[in-house]
């Protein structure tokens, strides 16, 4: 019997935002597919070339082409795929997108097991104090996949071949290999999970996408410690625009205030105060 993945079952939430994109800058476009972000960075020396940044939630693969279509043309070429990590939110598409469209594929080597098809992640924890998509949790993949074909892994040096501006950081937390990218000219960040701008375990806030500046999913993360040491280190970095995972993008003041509060208060507007992660640690 043909073995599942995280981008076979499709998931009935869904935010206001779906289907909605927004200009983080001009080159970075980001799209909402369902409650996760997905971000198009374009190549200032051709037109037609782009990179994607994460890939959805399960089936949502026909979407992101379609605008990468209105974006870029018709005979758009993805460069590459740059994943935060393999969560089901975030690799969903993939796998039809490179059925259309074969490119490299980056992550982390602490997340390729999850990505060839090895190790499946951590199943969710209902358990873990949060709201109603927490209780929800176990209804959501997290199986492995299996890109093997076209996964590599970053280079050691924090470069992205076909992102020559751009900085990868290892931001561990949420997952063991999870990775947010940084360029020092504009001081643009994306995220991936390492930081929320919605309350990604409530369902009115992800349905409403009520903003506010959060760690990471509560249901799916297994190293609290160092999700608050990610959140410290991207502070650091003093970003002006953050594009994460779940939420609206931040810039400017609300940014700064709004992520120095979370770095300095991560423990108490972060961390839950019980669950099989928590416990464990």
């Given at each position: 019997?043909?073995?599942?993945?995280?981008?076979?079952?499709?998931?009935?939430?869904?935010?206001?935002?779906?289907?909605?994109?927004?200009?983080?800058?001009?080159?970075?476009y980001g799209l909402t597919v369902q409650f996760a972000n997905v971000y198009m960075i374009s190549?200032?020396?051709?037109?037609?070339?782009?990179?994607?940044?994460?890939?959805?939630?399960?089936?949502?693969?026909e979407v992101i082409l379609a605008e990468a279509a209105e974006r870029f043309g018709e005979d758009h070429k993805l460069q590459a795929v740059v994943l935060s990590h393999g969560h089901f939110d975030h690799v969903g598409g993939l796998i039809g997108i490179l059925e259309k469209h074969p490119a490299?594929?980056?992550?982390?080597?602490?997340?390729?097991?999850?990505?060839?098809?090895k190790m499946d992640y951590p199943r969710p924890d209902p358990t873990v104090e949060g709201g109603l998509i927490a209780k929800m949790s176990p209804e959501f993949p997290t199986e492995a996949i299996d890109i093997s074909e076209h996964v590599k892994a970053l280079p050691e040096d924090g470069t992205i071949?076909?992102?020559p501006e751009w900085t990868w950081y290892h931001t561990p937390g949420h997952s063991f290999g999870?990775?947010?990218?940084?360029?020092?000219?504009?001081?643009a960040l994306i995220v991936g999970d390492a930081f929320l701008t919605v309350k990604q375990d409530s369902l009115p806030n992800v349905t409403m996408q009520e903003r506010?500046?959060?760690?990471?999913?509560?249901?799916?993360?297994?190293?609290?410690?160092?999700?608050?040491?990610?959140?410290?280190?991207?502070?650091e970095l003093e970003p002006e625009i953050a594009a994460p995972?779940?939420?609206?993008?931040?810039?400017?003041?609300?940014?700064?205030?709004?992520?120095?509060?979370?770095?300095?208060?991560?423990?108490?507007?972060?961390?839950?105060?019980?669950?099989?992660?928590?416990?464990?640690?």
């Open positions: 019997m043909e073995r599942s993945s995280s981008t076979d079952k499709l998931q009935p939430l869904s935010s206001v935002q779906s289907g909605e994109g927004i200009d983080v800058t001009p080159d970075i190549n200032p020396n051709n037109a037609k070339e782009w990179v994607l940044f994460d890939a959805g939630t399960p089936g949502s693969s490299p594929v980056y992550a982390h080597p602490e997340e390729l097991p999850h990505l060839t098809g071949p076909e992102l999870h990775i947010s990218l940084f360029r020092e000219r504009d001081k506010g500046f959060w760690g990471p999913p509560v249901y799916l993360t297994p190293e609290w410690e160092a999700a608050k040491k990610s959140v410290q280190k991207l502070r995972g779940h939420g609206l993008p931040a810039m400017g003041k609300e940014l700064k205030e709004g992520l120095a509060d979370l770095a300095e208060n991560f423990d108490e507007k972060a961390k839950p105060d019980y669950g099989r992660f928590v416990d464990n640690e």
